[in-house]
């Protein structure tokens, strides 16, 4: 681990790219022993950085390690949360779509490792607004696919998204809000006519009304 990292923070790109295909060995390898509270911090530290870099493979490999850690490093990894949720958000807005990829499923298994209504609060505190669009609706999407895997054993995560859904079908962008509409339709899926019930106490114009009936209604 400790070689693996120390390639991985290498200042030639084909180092740090190496060291990052050791540095997914040792995490396999792991599986079967754990991660210490030190290896945890190094990784982080070491993989943040990396999430930044200018070559794309290399941010992207960076959160995939990132997401293989965060399985097998247990309670070690839930102190580093507050650090690790606004890097993935950021990197939702990254230009090249393998990393947004790879952004989107370190929160989907930050999510899974530890509350996905938690992760989604934390999240969205630097997402639903972010300055840029891309960020938007990459989370909105994001968050839909978070639905089909969490809304059945979290009651609490669709009361939390939905009234910054409905704020983003407003958005300056169209992509956010055909991503919004579209996050709306699986709450649905999953809510069925109690989701009703819940769009009357927003208090919502007509036309938006209007609009969410005639897609729910396909």
Not at 32 to 40: M, S
Request: glycine fraction near 4%; aromatic fraction near 6%; charge should be neutral.
């Amino acid at each position: 681990m400790e070689a693996a990292l120390e390639a991985a923070r290498s200042k030639d790109t084909k180092e740090r790219l190496a060291g990052l295909e050791r540095l997914h060995e040792a995490l396999d390898a792991a599986a079967r022993r754990g991660l210490t509270a030190a290896e945890v911090t190094a990784l982080v530290d070491t993989c943040m950085d990396l999430t930044r870099d200018a070559n794309f493979r290399v941010a992207q490999g960076g959160l995939q390690a990132l997401s293989a850690a965060a399985v097998v490093a247990g309670d070690h990894f839930k102190i580093h949360l507050n650090a690790l949720v606004p890097a993935a958000v950021e990197r939702l807005g990254d230009g090249k779509q393998p990393v947004r990829e790879a952004a989107r499923q370190l929160l989907i298994t930050l999510m899974e490792v530890s509350s996905s209504t938690i992760i989604v609060e934390r999240a969205g505190s630097y997402a639903w607004s972010h300055k840029s669009w891309r960020v938007r609706e990459e989370f909105v999407r994001t968050v839909a696919t978070a639905l089909g895997l969490f809304a059945s054993t979290e009651l609490p995560l669709q009361r939390v998204l939905l009234s910054p859904v409905l704020q983003l079908m407003n958005d300056s962008n169209q992509s956010v809000r055909e991503a919004a509409i579209y996050c709306i339709e699986e709450m649905y899926k999953h809510m069925g006519s109690q989701f009703y019930e819940e769009l009357q106490r927003h208090n919502l114009p007509a036309y938006m009304l209007r609009e969410i009936n005639s897609k729910l209604d396909k």
